[in-house]
């Protein structure tokens, strides 16, 4: 990666530059077929239609495409003394200027069509606001890789030429990927539902329990192909500039993802995973809404870092970035937690490490949350009537983003849930001023 | 202090304004007295049930002043030197620690009720939603020293996320 495509030069990133020109092709593939689509039902049900009305529908069509190209003309963009900045919008102009100390990750995104035509998206996140972020869709795959080596090169202080390191961590093996979508939860009790819908539907001829059953299983099935095909080859590295995710079937991304950007680890196991020792690690992230447009692994709060592998690879991968904490186990709560959580009370662990908390909860799908004391917003002590009378409390560890994220450790007694209230605010405010934290969002 | 864990945190405890007692027993009492008229309505119609109406709004009564009492004395807050503690509850009790440099937002707010007796709401929002640090029934000037100092300590202290 040490010499650029281009012959060696470095890039010239501060004059004007402009999309691909193919770009209005790959966005309006995403506007005109819904449209062909639409158009085409009535055409086909009819058989033929009236010249008129082919002439508007063509009409139509033709406009998206204006529509498009004009976008690409009045679109171009630089990087002007340490700032990207975008200029774009026919009727209203609109100029974006992002200054690259604010930037959060640097994602290469490639849908279906794009890959097809060889281009690439660029999208430059900086937490905050979703006005904050910048999408450059599309550019040629060798520059759009090229653009996004030189900005995190430039976000970093280094020159652009120098090389990056990148040491594999973790890639998702295709057949366990395979083996392990059906058995998810969201996957499976659906389908379960809709074969019982079905069998009842034969013998009672309701055509429409069958429908609904068809649609679930449509429902399902689609969104098991989605899983299946962001997740397809998934990878993680280790870079100089944290982590870098790679994977996707159709559509292919590229993400990095800065440590100091993960509030919290958790590692997930589904009751039907766990015969088979598997596990899934995401991570909080904070900062920056998820956009409609976005499924959830490519942005938003919870990136998935390893979709299916076994347990202990998973704390493999959890060890190089919190390092031995992954490793904590924990203590168990006292046995006389067992009456006020019974199905819970086997998997109920918490511990403390090294700057990390661990906490362990669940009653069929086993979370274990790591997370750092540096990102701790909050502790809270909690104590229901029935944990008062068995001489228990709850302290939470909350994290940046919504009420789930953060760690519980569960019915400790307490003593010891006591003992962390006093001792946990000073743990963590010395984390914070041991850490040095990330840019700060726009804001 | 009957609080067992939080309440023996050393330093002194500061607590809601008494008129917000009187304003919760009010809107007790507002609503057994108006279940109480409508027992009395319908008892010229049917005297059973407004006998049980009215029985019904005495234990309302009775036991939502007793709630009200108890659930007055958990409120307290404790500014120390890095962070607010603040504790609630009856049932559940709670006890929140947000250091000051995890503060993103302070506010202040006053419905129309607490406005008339010249309370304010005091709420504290960090990055994380699970937070929870909400001091009601201060009174205004109060609530305005405990904002304004609450913003400086958090500016001095800021921290990224």
């Not at chain 1, 030429?161 to 057949?175: F, G, K, L, Q, Y």
């Not at chain 1, 192909?225 to 870098?244: M, P």
């Not at chain 1, 511990?351 to 949350?369: E, I, N, Q």
């Not at chain 1, 953060?406 to 003992?419: I, K, P, V």
Request: contains cysteine; charged residues 20%; positive net charge.
């Amino acid at each position: 990666m040490a010499a650029s495509p281009t012959g060696g030069s470095t890039p010239v990133w501060d004059s004007w530059h402009r999309l691909h020109p193919l770009s209005p092709v790959v966005q309006a593939g995403r506007r005109i077929l819904p449209l062909v689509v639409v158009l085409a039902v009535p055409f086909l049900s009819q058989g033929s239609s009236t010249k008129s009305q082919t002439l508007v529908d063509a009409g139509l069509v033709a406009l998206a495409v204006v529509a498009g190209a004009a976008e690409w003309l009045v679109t171009r963009w630089r990087i002007e003394s340490g700032v990207l900045r975008i200029d774009t919008g026919l009727v209203r102009r609109r100029t974006t200027k992002l200054p690259l100390s604010r930037v959060q990750s640097i994602d290469l995104v490639r849908p279906g069509t794009a890959r097809l035509l060889g281009l690439a998206e660029v999208r430059v996140r900086s937490g905050g606001s979703r006005e904050g972020d910048v999408r450059l869709a599309y550019l040629a795959a060798e520059r759009a890789e090229h653009l996004r080596d030189g900005l995190l090169a430039l976000v970093r202080g280094t020159h652009p030429s120098s090389p990056v390191s990148e040491s594999p961590i973790a890639r998702t093996s295709t057949s366990r990927l395979l083996v392990s979508t059906p058995l998810r939860g969201a996957v499976l009790w659906p389908t379960l539902v809709a074969a019982a819908l079905l069998a009842f539907g034969r013998h009672l001829t309701h055509g429409g329990l069958v429908a609904v059953a068809t649609l679930i299983l449509l429902a399902v099935g689609t969104g098991a192909a989605r899983i299946l095909s962001s997740q397809y080859g998934f990878e993680v590295a280790r870079t100089q500039d944290g982590l870098l995710i790679r994977g996707g079937a159709v559509g292919t991304f590229t993400e990095t993802l800065a440590l100091h950007r993960i509030q919290a680890l958790r590692v997930v196991e589904p009751l039907l995973w766990r015969p088979f020792g598997w596990a899934k690690l995401v991570a909080d992230v904070a900062g920056g809404q998820r956009r409609r447009d976005e499924d959830r692994s490519a942005s938003g709060r919870i990136r998935t870092l390893v979709p299916v592998a076994t347990r202990t690879e998973v704390l493999r991968v959890a060890e190089s970035i919190v390092g031995p904490a992954a490793r904590e186990v924990g203590t168990a709560p006292p046995t006389r937690a067992r009456l006020k959580a019974p199905l819970s009370y086997p998997l109920l662990r918490a511990g403390l490490l090294d700057g990390y908390a661990v906490s362990v909860v669940g009653r069929v799908r086993r979370l274990t949350t790591i997370i750092p004391l540096a990102k701790v917003q909050s502790v809270r002590w909690v104590q229901g009537p029935v944990q008062r009378r068995l001489g228990l409390a709850t302290v939470h560890l909350d994290a940046a983003g919504g009420r789930s994220t953060g760690a519980a450790l569960r019915d400790r007694s307490s003593e010891e849930a006591r003992e962390l209230l006093g001792r946990l605010p000073t743990l963590c405010a010395a984390a914070r001023r041991s850490t040095p934290a990330g840019p700060a969002p726009l804001p | 202090m009957e609080n067992p864990a939080p309440g023996d945190q050393p330093g002194i405890w500061s607590r809601p304004n008494p008129r917000l007692l009187t304003l919760r027993r009010g809107e007790v009492g507002a609503g057994a007295v108006a279940l109480l008229l409508i027992g009395l309505g319908l008892s010229f119609t049917d005297l059973a049930v407004g006998a049980a109406l009215a029985v019904a709004a005495l234990l309302v009564g009775g036991f939502g002043l007793a709630y009200v009492g108890r659930r007055f004395r958990s409120w307290g807050y404790l500014e120390r030197v890095e962070d607010l503690l603040v504790r609630r509850g009856v049932m559940f009790e709670r006890l929140s620690v947000v250091p000051y440099g995890r503060m993103q937002t302070v506010e202040v707010t006053a419905g129309p009720l607490e406005r008339s007796l010249g309370l304010a709401t005091v709420q504290l929002h960090t990055a994380s939603a699970a937070s929870d640090a909400r001091i009601p029934g201060l009174d205004r000037s109060t609530a305005a020293d405990l904002r304004d100092r609450l913003v400086g300590r958090g500016e001095a202290t800021a921290e990224g996320l």
